[in-house]
């Protein structure tokens, strides 16, 4: 299981497109950075991240 780099929420490696988030549902989503895959919990942590990476590796 990975964890969001901006909250730490649990997302399930094997199936990034399902996380449970707060008992809500979201769509998990990745970016490479630095040769590292990220995934996050949703979209908006996602931009965080792409905002600033330094903030969150």
Same mark, same amino acid.
């Given at each position: 299981?990975? =964890?969001?780099?901006?909250? $730490?929420?649990?997302?399930?490696?094997?199936?990034?497109?399902?996380? @449970?988030?707060? +008992? #809500?549902?979201?769509?998990?989503? =990745?970016?490479?950075?630095? $040769?590292?895959?990220?995934?996050?919990?949703?979209?908006?942590?996602? @931009?965080?991240? +792409? #905002?600033?990476?330094?903030?969150?590796?």
């Amino acid at each position: 299981m990975a =964890q969001c780099p901006v909250c $730490g929420s649990d997302i399930e490696q094997g199936n990034p497109t399902e996380t @449970d988030y707060r +008992e #809500e549902a979201f769509g998990g989503t =990745q970016v490479e950075h630095e $040769g590292e895959t990220y995934v996050f919990c949703c979209e908006e942590h996602r @931009d965080a991240f +792409e #905002e600033n990476p330094d903030e969150y590796v």
